[in-house]
């Protein structure tokens, strides 16, 4: 018999409720669609692991409606000092100077469970959302219009969900990449360090900025995280054995080379193996991949969590175009198109990063340190973390259009109710075309008006002055910091269109060139239909 022979009772199954597959399931649920999520463990892990979040992800957490409780929940990273084998400082990071270009601090800390508590909480919202905790994944089977789920719950009892796609969010032992048979390439980076998260009885004891400590006796690394919250990562040596290395008398050892412990508590340690692993294949027909399932990637640029993040924001809007008939299939093919490239650049990166701060040859390191330290003073080197988070090089963008994969900003504005918010929290998650003077709208001919307006998009003008208002269809807001007039002017662009996970489709200069970027999008989202 045919899995679809009756109509799928989920839109959307999802094996993994951390934080990827949490933030996923809310985009999904907030949008309509029917999920299902299975979860192995019945309760969030209660100590940090991810520490580190950039504007971009918190941007995707005020989609989902947790912008209130982020701006409580973190803490701004004040940028990374690496220290070189005399102690003497070799690297900067610094953070983005304001205006800040998403809305967002660019680069924050905060307390993992927390925050997927918040997202566990806001799922519990949602009656079409169906969470199976304490139930593992174990067989899965699909055809042309369905996938079917066989879980397991802890008591031995089996039960079938049935879906129209399935993603597997569930980490890096996936259980849905090795049903595929989806193999991983190694893009060659294998250390083991440790992780030792304390509170300290005095926050104020040290900068609250992050060193990397250079050191080829013991390469380290220093984030201070929100409140009381002080993380440390320790490289292990070759010989070391990772096991022995975790006991408590060695934490304590290695700890004290790097500070006075006097003040702190150990909260949690774990010795982990930094991989950078990369999936071949990212889908298999309904059956996708996200987050650690499909990508790992060493810690030092802070990204692992965000590519999952960025993963979730991709698929969530093209899964809910093609459900509701907006979209061909074929659209689900860029997602791997997209997130694939973006995530090796961000590997590749943390493994330059990686190198730096782990080098243990001596002499290497001295090297190492001359040339960093010149590169430096002359100027040379690049202090702003985000500067190395690439744009989209391909996929569903006009790749011959003026601003095509870049992030759009997210200006605060004042409402038409006379409020001060950030622009996305008056947008619905759909395309946009946003203009900087209301007369390029009216560029639009008749037919590409209302084909947009069957496409649910909308219809954005962010001025410096005038009035708001929300008339004809037409949203009118006023910018606070002309961040979007500048970066539209920077650009030569008078009309934007906006993909609804904010990276942009492309922007014209008058009405022929925003035209043919709407007739191109149009196309592009019937393919396959």
């Not at 990562?233 to 290395?245: H, M, R, S, Y």
């Not at 649910?456 to 006023?478: C, F, H, N, P, Q």
Request: proline letters at 6%; one cysteine or more; a negative charge.
């Amino acid at each position: 018999m045919s899995l679809s022979a009756d109509n799928p009772i989920h839109d959307v199954a999802i094996v993994g409720l951390g934080p990827v597959g949490a933030i996923f399931a809310n985009l999904l649920a907030k949008s309509g669609l029917r999920v299902a999520i299975v979860e192995r463990v019945a309760d969030i892990y209660d100590k940090p692991r991810a520490i580190t979040l950039d504007h971009e992800a918190l941007r995707v957490l005020q989609a989902i409606g947790l912008g209130d409780f982020m701006e409580q929940a973190i803490a701004p990273h004040n940028g990374s000092h690496y220290l070189g084998v005399d102690g003497e400082i070799i690297k900067i990071f610094d953070p983005m100077p304001p205006p800040f270009p998403l809305g967002w601090i660019p680069n924050v800390t905060f307390v993992q469970p927390d925050v997927e508590q918040a997202l566990r909480d806001k799922l519990a919202d949602y009656p079409h959302a169906d969470i199976f905790l304490a139930a593992t994944g174990v067989a899965l089977q699909q055809d042309d219009g369905a996938v079917m789920l066989t879980a397991r719950r802890e008591s031995g009892e089996e039960f079938l969900i049935r879906a129209r796609y399935l993603v597997g969010c569930d980490g890096a032992n996936s259980f849905v990449r090795k049903q595929l048979g989806i193999g991983l390439d190694d893009l060659a980076f294998d250390e083991w360090w440790m992780v030792v998260d304390t509170l300290t009885s005095d926050p104020a004891r040290r900068p609250a900025r992050s060193f990397q400590y250079c050191w080829p006796s013991r390469p380290g690394t220093f984030v201070p995280g929100p409140r009381n919250l002080r993380r440390w990562e320790i490289k292990l040596l070759p010989g070391e054995d990772p096991e022995a290395a975790g006991t408590p008398d060695n934490v304590v050892k290695l700890l004290k080379r790097f500070t006075d412990i006097s003040d702190l508590t150990i909260w949690r340690s774990a010795v982990y193996r930094f991989h950078a692993l990369l999936g071949r294949r990212w889908r298999d027909r309904r059956v996708l991949l996200m987050g650690d399932a499909v990508h790992q990637t060493p810690p030092f640029l802070g990204q692992g969590l965000c590519a999952g993040i960025r993963d979730a924001v991709n698929l969530a809007w093209k899964l809910r175009l093609v459900l509701r008939g907006d979209a061909g299939d074929a659209l689900l093919d860029s997602y791997e198109i997209e997130r694939k490239p973006h995530v090796r650049a961000v590997v590749a990166s943390a493994k330059e990063f990686g190198k730096i701060i782990g080098e243990l040859d001596p002499v290497a390191a001295v090297e190492r340190d001359m040339r960093l330290r010149a590169d430096l003073k002359a100027g040379k080197a690049e202090t702003i973390r985000q500067k190395f988070i690439p744009d989209l090089v391909s996929g569903l963008i006009a790749r011959d259009a003026a601003l095509a994969g870049r992030l759009f900003v997210q200006p605060h504005v004042r409402a038409p109710d006379g409020r001060t918010c950030r622009l996305d929290d008056l947008l619905q998650p759909e395309f946009a075309i946003v203009t900087t003077a209301a007369a390029p709208m009216a560029w639009l001919s008749d037919a590409f008006a209302a084909a947009w307006q069957r496409l649910s998009g909308e219809r954005v003008v962010i001025a410096t002055s005038d009035e708001t208002a929300d008339r004809g269809g037409i949203l009118t807001v006023i910018e606070r910091d002309g961040l979007f007039a500048d970066w539209m002017r920077q650009h030569d662009s008078a009309a934007v269109i906006v993909r609804p996970d904010r990276y942009v489709f492309g922007a014209a200069r008058n009405a022929g060139e925003l035209s043919m970027l709407v007739e191109q999008l149009l196309q592009n989202l019937s393919a396959g239909r």
